[in-house]
């Protein structure tokens, strides 16, 4: 949600109603995400590997001249990889989840909530600033919840060094009890010139 040029720090400026924006994406996900809080929305464990062939002999899933090394872990973003293919999603989720996750990945939506929402220089000019970053935060938090995505997602964000000054923070606190009941729906979105019915011209 931006626009307009870069700045000196290279970032572009916020759209003014960007905390607005970034709401609706948050509501939009945590209904196609189901209840990803649910104890049992954890994915089933993968399926084992297939058996050595211990005479070297070559077999499926073999690795050259059909050993495996039991000693090597399997890569992390390989397997997170192959469990955002296979697992389901949590309870209640929608039929249009994967395609939904599948975006955010190819789109590099999560190093833009990081580097050009959470870091952005003009993010405190915006309409509501404190809630732009709790919901930048909450979002990125729910997407790594995922049981199929959620571990690519930890991958990708681990990766950016920004993420770890709001990890493991809790932003609700910077947003007081009379932004926590603002509508945005009932707001003019904060527009300079207002076109009012009761306006003059």
């Given at each position: 949600?931006?626009?307009?040029?870069?700045d000196?720090?290279?970032?572009?400026?916020?759209?003014?109603?960007?905390?607005f924006?970034?709401?609706?994406l948050?509501?939009v996900?945590?209904?196609?995400?189901?209840?990803?809080?649910n104890?049992?929305?954890?994915?089933?464990?993968p399926?084992?590997?297939?058996?050595?062939?211990?005479?070297?002999?070559?077999?499926?899933?073999?690795?050259?001249?059909?050993?495996?090394?039991?000693?090597?872990?399997?890569?992390?973003?390989?397997?997170?990889?192959?469990?955002?293919?296979?697992?389901?999603?949590?309870?209640?989720?929608a039929?249009?989840r994967?395609?939904?996750?599948?975006?955010?990945?190819v789109?590099?939506t999560l190093?833009?909530?990081?580097?050009?929402?959470?870091?952005?220089?003009?993010?405190?000019?915006v309409?509501?600033?404190?809630?732009?970053?709790?919901?930048?935060?909450?979002?990125?938090k729910?997407?790594?919840k995922d049981?199929g995505?959620?571990?690519l997602?930890?991958l990708t964000?681990?990766?950016?060094?920004?993420?770890?000054?709001y990890s493991?923070?809790?932003?609700?606190l910077f947003?007081?009890g009379?932004?926590q009941?603002?509508?945005?729906?009932?707001?003019?979105?904060g527009?300079?010139?207002?076109?009012?019915?009761?306006?003059?011209?």
């Amino acid at each position: 949600p931006g626009g307009g040029r870069a700045d000196a720090s290279g970032a572009k400026p916020l759209h003014q109603d960007a905390a607005f924006m970034i709401e609706i994406l948050l509501r939009v996900y945590t209904d196609a995400l189901g209840d990803v809080n649910n104890p049992f929305a954890a994915a089933p464990a993968p399926a084992p590997a297939a058996q050595e062939d211990p005479f070297g002999m070559g077999g499926e899933g073999g690795a050259e001249g059909g050993v495996h090394d039991a000693r090597t872990a399997p890569d992390p973003a390989m397997v997170a990889l192959e469990k955002s293919k296979t697992a389901p999603g949590a309870p209640g989720s929608a039929h249009s989840r994967a395609a939904l996750l599948t975006a955010v990945q190819v789109n590099g939506t999560l190093s833009f909530l990081v580097s050009d929402v959470l870091e952005n220089s003009t993010a405190n000019s915006v309409m509501d600033p404190a809630s732009l970053k709790v919901h930048s935060v909450d979002l990125l938090k729910l997407l790594s919840k995922d049981p199929g995505f959620g571990d690519l997602f930890a991958l990708t964000l681990d990766q950016l060094p920004a993420w770890k000054k709001y990890s493991t923070q809790d932003h609700s606190l910077f947003i007081t009890g009379t932004q926590q009941t603002a509508d945005y729906f009932l707001t003019d979105g904060g527009a300079k010139d207002r076109k009012l019915l009761t306006s003059g011209p």
